[in-house]
């Protein structure tokens, strides 16, 4: 009974976490893509790469420190409503993104060098992420 009480709320949690991190991955995968090799694709690698080194741990005790009680914007401990969710969410969403943008990313520009997809641009087809899609 107990296992069934709990898994609503950490249903709540984890869901939007999942499509967030993906989302926000997949977006950032793509903007790297198309700037392959320029600053903005060297910046979100470093933002990839720091948010990967950062402990989750860490990054619960700093976003409940300063968003929950430094600035009061979210309640930092207990259960009462879908108002106590967005901060365990945000804090999920920023740190699972950055190896989700760098598996796209790989995904992404593996895809770019396949032969029936150069052959595809050349004839003036771009279809590069619905077989990029495939890998998700």
């Known amino acids: 009974e107990k296992l069934w009480r709990g898994m609503l709320p950490s ?5 939007p976490v999942f499509f967030g991190e993906m ?9 790297s893509c198309v700037w392959r090799g320029s600053w903005i694709d060297r910046f979100i690698l470093v933002l990839s790469v720091a948010g990967l080194s950062i402990s989750y741990l860490a990054l619960i005790i700093f976003g409940q420190w300063l968003l929950g009680y430094y600035w009061n914007w979210f309640p ?24 989700g943008a760098r598996f796209y990313r790989t995904v992404f520009l593996n895809e770019s060098n396949r032969e ?5 641009v050349a004839k003036g087809f771009v279809f590069l992420f619905s077989s990029s899609l495939i890998f998700l």
């Open 11 to 15: 249903l709540m949690v984890m869901l």
């Open 116 to 120: 029936y997809l150069r052959t595809a």
């Open 76 to 99: 930092v401990w207990g259960w009462g409503g879908l108002n106590y969710l967005f901060l365990p969410v945000i804090i999920g969403i920023i740190s699972g993104t950055g190896s």
């Open 23 to 31: 989302f926000f991955g997949l977006i950032l995968a793509m903007i």
